[in-house]
């Protein structure tokens, strides 16, 4: 009889631990899943909400750059872990949310032809806004947990000058067919961005590879000090 109980007690500690182990082994999987450019997916943005959003960066340094259905106007950088296929049927993206062409994490920047006339719309599609001169103003610049990183942040003050969130200045330089922006002089010396929408830019490394930081455009004043 002894025996008899000791053989069950083991069998259902041994069960236990095989539960334990997978459920500690689900959300690993889960978080390895891949999502590509375009893919509709789920993002996890306050509380237990989830929004409905676009991949337009498939799996950049610390996540998934994305456009969410309740915020159609901005590109919000999520961790991979709060990112997730789609639960249910999807209606799909407004209407009215502006077009993003996608682009990949690795991608080289697209050749981009000469600026149209003025007055034309074309440079605003496929990538062609690059051949527009960046907005004079500041470019604030958030993480891939959509937290705002102040020291990382630049205002352009003219087409060849910037400012620092500290009130430093130097020169840059903009290239229209590459859409990368280079710091020449000053604090961010040597730094590089690249043009990913009209009013925004991601941070790229020392090697040129695109980081999980965004920058978008805003009204902000680029004379004043800590914007």
Same mark, same amino acid.
Request: hydrophobic share 40%; glycine share 10%; aromatic share 8%.
């Given at each position: 009889?002894?025996?008899?109980?000791?053989?069950?007690?083991?069998?259902?500690?041994?069960?236990? #631990?095989?539960?334990?182990?997978?459920?500690? $082994?689900?959300?690993?999987?889960?978080? +390895?899943?891949?999502?590509?450019?375009?893919? &509709?997916?789920?993002?996890?943005?306050?509380?237990?909400?989830?929004?409905?959003?676009?991949?337009?960066?498939?799996?950049?340094?610390?996540?998934? /750059?994305?456009?969410?259905?309740?915020?159609?106007?901005?590109?919000?950088?999520?961790?991979?872990?709060?990112?997730?296929?789609?639960?249910?049927?999807?209606?799909?993206?407004?209407?009215?949310?502006?077009?993003?062409?996608?682009?990949?994490?690795? $991608?080289?920047?697209?050749?981009?032809? !000469?600026?149209?006339?003025?007055?034309?719309?074309?440079?605003? +599609? =496929?990538?062609?806004?690059?051949?527009?001169?960046?907005?004079?103003?500041?470019?604030?610049?958030?993480?891939?947990?959509?937290? +705002? #990183?102040?020291?990382?942040?630049?205002?352009?003050?003219?087409?060849?000058?910037?400012?620092?969130?500290?009130?430093? &200045?130097? &020169?840059?330089?903009?290239?229209?067919?590459?859409?990368?922006?280079?710091?020449?002089?000053?604090?961010?010396?040597? *730094?590089?961005? /690249? @043009?990913?929408? +009209? &009013?925004?830019? @991601?941070? *790229?490394?020392?090697?040129? %590879?695109?980081? !999980?930081?965004?920058?978008?455009?805003?009204? %902000? =004043?680029?004379? %004043? %000090?800590?914007?």
């Amino acid at each position: 009889m002894r025996l008899t109980l000791r053989v069950v007690r083991n069998r259902a500690l041994g069960a236990l #631990v095989s539960l334990m182990f997978v459920a500690a $082994a689900g959300p690993v999987c889960a978080d +390895e899943a891949r999502f590509a450019a375009g893919t &509709r997916v789920e993002g996890h943005s306050y509380g237990a909400s989830w929004d409905r959003c676009t991949v337009i960066v498939d799996r950049p340094t610390g996540g998934y /750059l994305l456009r969410c259905d309740g915020q159609p106007g901005r590109d919000v950088v999520f961790s991979a872990s709060d990112v997730r296929a789609l639960q249910g049927a999807d209606p799909g993206p407004p209407r009215n949310a502006p077009a993003h062409p996608p682009i990949r994490a690795n $991608a080289a920047p697209p050749a981009v032809a !000469a600026a149209p006339p003025a007055g034309t719309t074309a440079a605003a +599609e =496929d990538g062609a806004f690059k051949a527009i001169r960046p907005r004079v103003g500041v470019y604030a610049c958030y993480d891939q947990v959509a937290n +705002e #990183v102040a020291t990382l942040q630049w205002g352009l003050l003219d087409g060849s000058r910037y400012s620092t969130y500290d009130g430093g &200045r130097g &020169r840059y330089t903009y290239a229209s067919q590459s859409g990368i922006l280079t710091f020449a002089s000053g604090p961010f010396v040597g *730094l590089r961005r /690249l @043009r990913v929408s +009209e &009013r925004s830019f @991601r941070i *790229l490394d020392e090697r040129g %590879k695109l980081t !999980a930081n965004v920058c978008p455009w805003t009204p %902000k =004043d680029p004379r %004043k %000090k800590h914007w």
